[in-house]
């Protein structure tokens, strides 16, 4: 009788001891119902919050396209390489370099509570994705009853502790998805409604819950494939539902149906797609099934979006990390399959050989992007990107993830067909957009644009857009940039600034664009709204130019684009009461950096006209250094520092210095601390700092002398 709880005690100290590793990696989640029960908001870790706001997506003038919700279902979840300081992998894994085709995305694991990691959520956010968790109670799992109990008042304590996790840990809401019926006695579908109703107030605006397609109103574990009379109450609860994934046309026509009668509506149902289901699979009884039956998933899973934009209805991918971890190579090229509709390499190999299904699906042009609804980047009244990705590669070959890095990417990769092709790709180290063309003729004068982003920041001002860049190839008789405007009756106009060469040297262009709505036609001058909506590079060039190769060649480097409002003002804030400290026991002590950020009472953040954190206030990150070598980033107003700045003698760390980075990745603020020797006698656990050096945009200000403490 003793061995089982002897047992059942060292794993649940296994379990313990790798929650509380995780929670050094950023990682929440809880696998039962007394663990979440027995949380509260002071249990949370700095480092498992999300600092960055939901940056709001200016309105799309365009219907067309269905919106997309991605299921991340990724390798069990909880990741190395989603840790939020940052992590050496051996080889690239899922982001997603798709998020401006993206409205949702839900990390899920098959734990009962999965919050998002801040890396994952500081992604999306900056990205203008709503990021939701997953509360997820499977077949054969105990106590799924206390889902519907209530206190005194009528309040469903489960509710009311999921939707305190979503505010303190930065998110937006909850998948819920219960896979397992109720015990009789404490059925009652009118208070798993109460439930679902009560998470939803208590989340607030722009929040956002999900139910999905599992339990119906008879306590029966029966997915439906479609809205109908046995999920309806739960999805008008919840406000949004995601169907199973075996639904057909038919199926889908009559779901749109019923949320067209019902309160639900159109855009708040997303009818599921496994990517999975293209794979081979030898057990045919129990096969995984999407829509087309034949292609569907895998390479063809736009064929499925196909389908669901044309009747005007939503998707939700499930496991879109396929191309990640079904290949053991050609990763990102299967990402472009899927999502662009880019021809396979011709040596790809997995598991489904010889089938290869994957090839055989009528794919091509068929991507993803092709019937997804393509969201503005940025806000109304702010855009910035530096291309940064969630993974750099160095010199000598290593990969660094940093998935909370990850910023807008380039909105097109290729131009329209032209006489020559314009191509833009992400480097590393710096991070930046190159573009290439690759002439296809000779003798002719060539012309060709790609669009770099797609946006809509008003023009109710004049706006002011940065670029910093760099010319590398002059056989070009033009090269420029050009801005769109576009009003909400759709009449454009344009304008283009010349890019000036400088010898390759790093240049920058700083444009006013002044723009009213005289000059957009007699309709726009009623007041409607002006937006900056596109920003293109142009070119125009000699094919017979001498220095011009006929192999593709780089002609263009784009470091980063930010547009504000032009009577916007610089952020002001200042760091203070930086401290060190140890925390933790046994294998999970470290040295924490701490500080705080203050921000010029005098100055509203709507002055900023860019985004502000509740936790960082106008600082997106925090660039940390020590001796002058970048350690990484905060994303809090904390810092595990690693075991190598804690070396004695020679080697030690005397500096580290801490750098508030603004949403526009301008320098903000910079604080010093100096890192004194242990004098002889002092233990490890008591060595310590003595001096803070404290500066606000490069200025000294008074050096304090502090002690740490325990």
């Known amino acids: 009788m003793d061995q089982p709880s ?44 999300s600092n960055t706001p939901l940056l709001q997506r200016a309105e799309s003038d365009s219907d067309h396209g269905a919106k997309v919700m991605l299921i991340h279902d990724y390798q069990g979840g909880y990741n190395d390489y989603e840790s939020c300081q940052g992590q050496v992998v051996p080889k690239e894994q899922y982001s997603c370099n798709h998020l401006q085709f993206v409205e ?15 890396t994952w959520t500081n992604t999306c956010h900056r990205n203008g994705v709503i990021v939701l968790g997953t509360f997820i109670v499977e077949p054969g799992s105990n106590d799924v009853e206390y889902i519907l109990q209530q206190d005194e008042s009528g309040s469903f304590w489960v509710a009311r502790k999921l939707a305190n996790m979503a505010k303190c840990y930065g998110f937006d809401g909850w998948l819920i998805n219960i896979e397992t019926p109720f015990p009789l006695l404490s059925w009652s579908a009118a208070k798993l409604e109460g439930f679902l109703r009560q998470l939803r107030d208590e989340l607030g605006v722009n929040s956002k819950v999900v139910w999905y397609d599992a339990l119906t109103t008879l306590n029966f574990i029966w997915y439906q494939n479609t809205l109908n009379y046995m999920n309806l109450q739960f999805a008008i609860a919840a406000g949004s539902m995601l169907t199973n994934y075996k639904w057909d046309p038919e199926l889908a026509q009559s779901g749109k149906a019923r949320a067209l009668e019902s309160d639900l509506g159109l855009d708040n149902l997303y009818f599921g797609i496994d990517v999975w289901a293209q794979n081979y699979q030898q057990d045919r009884k129990h096969r995984r099934v999407t829509w087309p039956r034949l292609f569907g998933g895998g390479t063809g899973t736009g064929l499925g979006v196909q389908v669901l934009q044309e009747l005007g209805l939503n998707a939700g991918l499930f496991a879109p990390g396929w191309s990640y971890e079904h290949f053991s190579d050609h990763n990102s090229a299967v990402e472009g399959a899927i999502w662009k509709g880019t021809p396979l390499p011709e040596d790809l190999a997995c598991d489904c050989d010889p089938q290869r299904p994957h090839d055989t699906a009528p794919y091509q042009q068929h991507g993803v992007v092709e019937y997804a609804k393509a969201f503005p980047a940025g806000s109304s009244t702010f855009f910035h990107t530096n291309f940064e990705r969630a993974f750099s590669r160095n010199d000598d070959g290593v990969v660094n993830a940093f998935l909370g890095f990850q910023n807008i990417q380039p909105f097109e990769t290729e131009s329209r067909p032209h006489a020559a092709q314009l191509q833009a790709k992400v480097h590393d180290s710096p991070s930046r957009c190159v573009l290439s063309i690759a002439p296809l003729s000779q003798g002719a004068m060539s012309r060709s644009r790609i669009q770099l982003a797609k946006m809509a920041v008003a023009a109710l001002e004049p706006l002011k857009l940065t670029m910093r860049y760099r010319i590398l190839h002059y056989a070009h008789r033009d090269l420029w940039l050009q801005a769109d405007f576009q009003d909400s009756y759709g009449q454009r106009q344009s304008r283009r600034e010349a890019l000036v060469v400088t010898d390759k040297q790093l240049a920058r262009l700083e444009w006013t664009l ?3 709505a005289s000059e957009m036609g007699p309709i726009a001058q009623t007041e409607q709204p002006i937006f900056l909506e596109s920003l293109f590079i142009c070119f125009e060039f000699d094919q017979n130019s001498s220095s011009l190769e006929a192999a593709k060649s780089d002609i263009l480097e784009i470091y980063s684009i930010t547009v504000l409002t ?12 930086l401290g060190l400290e140890k925390r933790g026991t046994g294998m999970n002590r470290h040295s924490r950096l701490h500080w705080k950020i203050s921000s010029d009472p005098g100055q509203s953040h709507d002055d900023t006209a860019m985004p502000y954190s509740p936790i960082t206030g106008p600082c997106a990150h925090f660039r940390i250094s020590a001796d002058g070598k970048e350690l990484g980033r905060a994303y809090a107003l904390e810092f595990v520092l690693p075991p190598s700045t804690e070396r004695n003698g020679a080697d030690m760390v005397r500096e580290i210095k801490i750098a508030g980075i603004g949403f526009d990745r301008q320098v903000l603020c910079e604080a010093t601390i100096i890192l004194a020797e242990p004098d002889d006698g002092i233990q490890e656990e008591a060595a310590g700092w003595v001096l803070v050096e404290q500066a606000f945009l490069g200025k000294s200000s008074d050096r304090l002398s502090c002690v740490e403490k325990e």
């Open 6 to 49: 002897s047992q059942k005690s060292c794993v649940d100290a296994e379990w313990a001891e790798q929650r509380t590793r995780d929670a050094l990696k950023g990682f929440t989640y809880f696998g039962t119902f007394d663990e979440l029960l027995a949380w509260t908001p002071d249990d949370a870790d700095a480092l498992q919050k």
């Open 104 to 118: 949702t995305f839900v990390y899920f694991s098959h734990r009962l509570v999965s919050v998002p990691p801040p």
């Open 566 to 577: 032009k009577s916007a003002k610089r952020p002001r804030c200042d760091i203070s009461d």
């Open 514 to 516: 002044d723009i009213n």
